[in-house]
């Protein structure tokens, strides 16, 4: 069996997917797609020469026979009509973050998925299967260092623009770690706090840059995150997992090293998009597999994104009180255990 | 159009490409397989759930009208028959290492693709598409480090097993670098010399293991290649290369950096299957992608497994006399420059 | 002119300056001995081979005409006594930290020194002479980074005895990190604030371990310092400086990298005693130079042992408030300037 | 008791080791001085300020009665005559390589130390005491690796003057590796073979550059030791050995490591004066302490310094020949055994 898929909205990261369904992954194939702009639309089947039919919008699309997988690539304010209308119609759903833009509007998927009775949504926290990552959780898992105690993580990035706020600091960056940090010690953030190192002159004047922000978990680890979003040497993710008999560190990107004109070294990714090409094909793999193989995806779930937008907003109140806060979850369902 | 390929022999490698296809790979499907045990190219069938026909032999598999390509995965000594039938049905042919067993027979699959007058044949010289050697021609080709002058690598497995023998040295280990460096170098060989260090306590008696190869290229490159299939320690390449402004040097596979018990450090593989795991994805992804857009394989030709089998050979020969030994290759056909 | 040195405390510490100016450095000799334990004293003459008088007291030894400088290797309670006695007979004094017990007893040394009218004191903060600190300054000085905005650093021990207790993480180990970290970039504190992270199981009852101390310069650098005195796998100090520009390292201490059982690595010390040996023969080596050329010790001064002193007092104060906490220094005298 | 030193040539490296003895060792004094240019050696006695006598010539140094050992580090044609003198007036001697400028004036001074019946002489090999290569020599000696069978090793340096000629890359360079291999591994040459790689266009028109050295032992370890002396990049040394169970390699120069401009990276010296810094204060101080404690340096001896002498020629006649030559020393005197 091929997942039959259809893509709603075919700006940049549309077309990504697109691309790597198409010409890189195994098992599904693109058969519907839908944008605003009806042209853009069209020009992705041409572009990638697919067999498929340009819907006039996600609710024709989703209503379609044909299709049994949709993938939300739309931009954030529309996900959530889109997920629901999938999960309505009992379609899998692949979402890219945010699953919602609020709190609110991710709890009212959660609470559809769970009417459902099945799990149909995965959310594209694609560093969940980022080898470095699933190394770092194996490690964990494992005892290898014993119980983590604290992380320490960065998250740093050439520059930005100029319509980078303080607040994206949390909700475009910081949510990765969000997402993935408390995956990989399976446990539940309980407060968060945020700091302000001295300004960088290469931010904009309306931002602070750094920022540093601290999350403790139900279980005590602390989390130091650091994000540096015009640290202007390199795009580069940092994480490193101290625990009671050991440390673990992420690998550095892989890179031939060099020696010359007196330096020893080795290059860093100036763009982001490089960096998890491997974990986006995965990430897509995955959902196609386990939909093919388990009849559900086992990737990060709705209540996952939910996790996300619970804890995105209390750092956001941290960054403005300076003050801890604490993170209040609903209480998690069934479907998710 | 998605390329139907036949595969030739499901012993341990043609499963593994028969799943890769099937599972990781886009724009090709399995649609036939034979082997020399029947019940084998049966087995593989049902356990990949192949929509594929089960041929009694090569030859009529080849000539099947809905096979566009064969992958060559028999045992070595069958190659050239199956590859030389390819080509007189002009269909795409990609051959595991060996091309044939002997450059006579190599000669023969050049003679008989420059007669078809175009390329078709792909030779399993999977390590070009590695990323780290691709980085490392990238930082040759672009003279990152000047004109190279001399290489330095290795090829270490933890061990080996009695029946592996001295001169497989060569035509199973070392064969991978005779492709891979003249490769990256854009350089043919010219002499070859081989050593004997002291002999390993955990070599098989009559084993010669460490061997240094010394190559030299027509341009004046040093190349000292040390094989040591009894390291014990792990499953290691090594390839650094040294130029007139710099060095480059293959990456570590990437790992966790630990800290623990006095140590700080990263795993190494032990398993050889492990290493170049996206190389043999690429690799296949490229032959099938190359045919769909060029209707030609863009990979290693006959001409680089004739090249490989020459300079083997010579390589063995050097074994047995200890001195300097030439290498002489045959014309290079237009069709291959 | 070789410089005359006095010893005052011939335990551990006192016996290996004996020995390093004794057996390793230029221009100084040992005259002059003494210890609470008269027997002490007297095994370390006799030890070393020394040509040296055994003093019943300080008092005595400071008084004598041929000492030009003393050492104060002495317990912790009794060096203020020493230091002053040793200002006050305007004899160059190196004395090991503390230089007093409290702030107010640093003070006092300082406000000696400065009716004294010359600097005198030098006190034994060695990580300022370690060869990677010294460069990480030069790296910040230099402006390779541009100016630094955050520090990250750890302070690992593989274990401590029960007798060390939580504030000791302060002023036995952090103690260090409050030091140079200041004279690293140049600036002063301003604020303190100390969190706990899931307490290690390898830690006695009555021990918070690890800690995580928050500083804040005057300028802005956030400082994020984490203690883990029984992390079990060694004895590691780390520092990172991210700057406007760029992330300098402290190197890891050398050690030849081994390829073995399935790791790539290199030996990391567990004993703290290994890890400065260098710098502990430089800083003693520069107290005798500096003296000998320009008739001045040049290392850190009375005023660098107050700043330490209140920022000690300050984080411990922090440790059992759980809030930020406001380090205030009084003011600097010219002579320190 | 303080060892009274002559030193016999005050060009750059005499004066290195007044300004090593005099200001950083302990244990010894300067107290003459000679130098074939008068005012050179009185200029030295200014310029350390040495309470030193200036005698006309190495003889009337050697013979006056209040030096205890002499440096010979004046030109190498030189410094036969000296050795020999000090061994017939019983002083002890630290002499520069080389020990004399042929085999047959090492096994001179060989013979007249053995007349003597004591060790007095100790070469200036330094790499012995620098800390990297005493840790591969302890890996090596304790098994940690099993038997050695390989050796790779690099000797770069950035640049050389047009004087420079393809036999100093043996005499002048290779020459700390004949020297600290054979020690590293408790084994002698047997045999050397020479190949020049394609040649740098950095060097000048006489030169080979680079060069490979073939090196084996009597117990048939193989060594691959390249000579690049105008590879641009920095001085590097590099020394890998290969075991029966694992890999040991020379730990980098330690550096910070800088994140900044796309790169990951650390520094390479590129003034070889920097690299053994440290062996040469080691060295020095164990010549005066093994003197001091023991009456007998225990550094390489005269017997090191005839092996050096005869496998350099062997070396420059393998440069010529272009064939493997063999290693031939006389008989090994008891004394060095």
Chains 1, 2, 3, 4 share one sequence.
């Not at 190394?135 to 980078?164: T, W």
């Not at 010690?185 to 001295?198: I, L, M, R, T």
């Not at 650091?226 to 990107?253: A, R, T």
């Not at 388990?294 to 209390?314: H, K, M, N, R």
């Amino acid at each position: 069996m091929t997942l039959k898929i259809g893509v709603i909205g075919t700006g940049a990261i549309g077309r990504e997917h697109i691309r790597r369904i198409t010409n890189n992954l195994s098992g599904a194939t693109i058969v519907a797609v839908t944008d605003v702009n009806a042209e853009a639309a069209k020009a992705a089947v041409d572009n990638y020469k697919l067999n498929a039919q340009v819907f006039p919008d996600d609710k024709t699309l989703i209503e379609s026979g044909g299709v049994d997988a949709i993938l939300v690539t739309s931009w954030g304010p529309a996900h959530q009509q889109s997920v629901m209308a999938g999960i309505e119609a009992g379609k899998y759903v692949f979402c890219e973050k945010p699953l919602a833009t609020t709190a609110q509007g991710c709890m009212e998927i959660v609470q559809a998925e769970v009417r459902h009775g099945k799990k149909l949504v995965q959310v594209g926290f694609m560093r969940r299967y980022d080898q470095g990552y699933q190394q770092l959780k194996h490690a964990i898992d494992s005892k290898f260092i014993g119980e983590p105690l604290m992380i320490r993580c960065a998250h740093r990035n050439p520059e930005v623009d100029d319509k980078y706020t303080t607040d994206m600091a949390i909700t475009d960056t910081l949510v990765h770690e969000i997402d993935v940090l408390h995956w990989l010690v399976n446990d539940d953030y309980k407060s968060v706090q945020v700091a302000y190192p001295k300004k960088t002159r290469h931010a904009s004047s309306h931002l602070r840059d750094p920022q540093v922000v601290t999350l403790e978990t139900q279980g005590g680890i602390l989390i130091n995150a650091e994000i540096f979003v015009n640290c202007k040497y390199g795009y580069d993710i940092q994480c490193e997992v101290i625990g009671e008999e050991g440390v673990v560190k992420l690998p550095e990107v892989p890179s031939i090293t060099f020696r010359k004109e007196a330096q020893l070294g080795t290059h860093i990714l100036m763009d982001w998009k490089q960096r998890f090409l491997d974990a986006y094909d995965r990430e897509l793999q995955d959902f196609i597999d386990s939909i093919r193989l388990s009849g559900e995806p086992q990737g990060p779930t709705s209540w996952d994104g939910y996790i996300a937008a619970v804890t995105a907003d209390v750092c956001v109140r941290a960054q403005e009180s300076g003050r801890q806060e604490s993170v209040e979850l609903g209480e998690k369902p069934t479907l998710y255990k």
